[in-house]
């Protein structure tokens, strides 16, 4: 059992990690070490606050607050910045339990949604860009239909104006 959740810490593309109680990281896996750039056994006892920008510590504290205060999950977007740029995780937080069901840590699971989020602004984007350019047609065709339809009524009724005038002296 533990070599099969050792594949799925080894393998799994999403950031995994345990913090106890005080939120001192007990456990991360190797993608968390790779993303981050820092070994499971140097972040073993340190917070967030040791490793992260203060602000970013601060929101991760928060929702961990969130989780062991009210001992259930949580899901959350978090935006980190990376060597590569700023990054998006989509993570799941929840309360690890001891024998008695008290609350010892927690563990959270972040899956990188970069790319999605980008994906989700482009679609946003575009059609955004679809309505402008369907409005734009609009307008161009109402004011072709006024304009040149006007035109052509008026100059309609001033031949039918013509007309009536001409033929009522020889046909009453």
Same mark, same amino acid.
């Given at each position: 059992?533990?070599?099969?959740?050792?594949?799925?810490?080894?393998?799994?593309?999403?950031?995994?990690?345990?913090?106890?109680?005080?939120?001192?990281?007990?456990?991360?896996?190797?993608?968390?070490?790779?993303?981050?750039?820092?070994?499971?056994?140097?972040?073993?006892?340190?917070?967030?606050? *040791?490793?992260?920008?203060?602000? !970013? /510590?601060?929101?991760?504290?928060?929702?961990?607050?969130? %989780? =062991? #205060?009210?001992?259930?999950?949580?899901?959350?977007?978090?935006?980190?910045?990376?060597?590569?740029?700023?990054?998006?995780?989509?993570?799941?937080?929840?309360?690890?339990?001891?024998?008695?069901?008290?609350?010892?840590?927690?563990?959270?699971?972040?899956?990188?949604?970069?790319?999605?989020?980008?994906?989700?602004?482009?679609?946003?984007?575009?059609?955004?860009?679809?309505?402008?350019?369907? *409005?734009?047609?609009?307008?161009? !065709? /109402?004011?072709?239909?006024?304009?040149?339809?006007?035109? %052509? =009524? #008026?100059?309609?009724?001033?031949?039918?104006?013509?007309?009536?005038?001409?033929?009522?002296?020889?046909?009453?």
């Amino acid at each position: 059992r533990t070599q099969e959740i050792n594949s799925i810490l080894r393998y799994t593309p999403s950031v995994v990690y345990i913090k106890d109680r005080e939120g001192a990281y007990t456990l991360v896996n190797s993608r968390y070490e790779e993303v981050f750039g820092i070994r499971n056994e140097q972040i073993r006892g340190k917070t967030d606050h *040791e490793i992260f920008p203060r602000s !970013i /510590a601060d929101k991760f504290s928060a929702s961990d607050l969130r %989780v =062991l #205060t009210h001992r259930e999950s949580y899901q959350v977007e978090e935006v980190i910045p990376q060597p590569d740029g700023r990054r998006t995780y989509l993570s799941v937080k929840f309360p690890i339990y001891n024998e008695q069901g008290v609350p010892i840590g927690l563990c959270g699971i972040a899956t990188d949604i970069t790319e999605l989020k980008k994906a989700q602004d482009q679609l946003r984007r575009l059609s955004g860009s679809i309505m402008a350019n369907q *409005e734009k047609e609009r307008k161009a !065709i /109402a004011r072709e239909l006024h304009d040149e339809l006007g035109q %052509v =009524l #008026t100059a309609l009724r001033m031949d039918a104006v013509w007309l009536s005038d001409r033929l009522r002296p020889h046909d009453p």
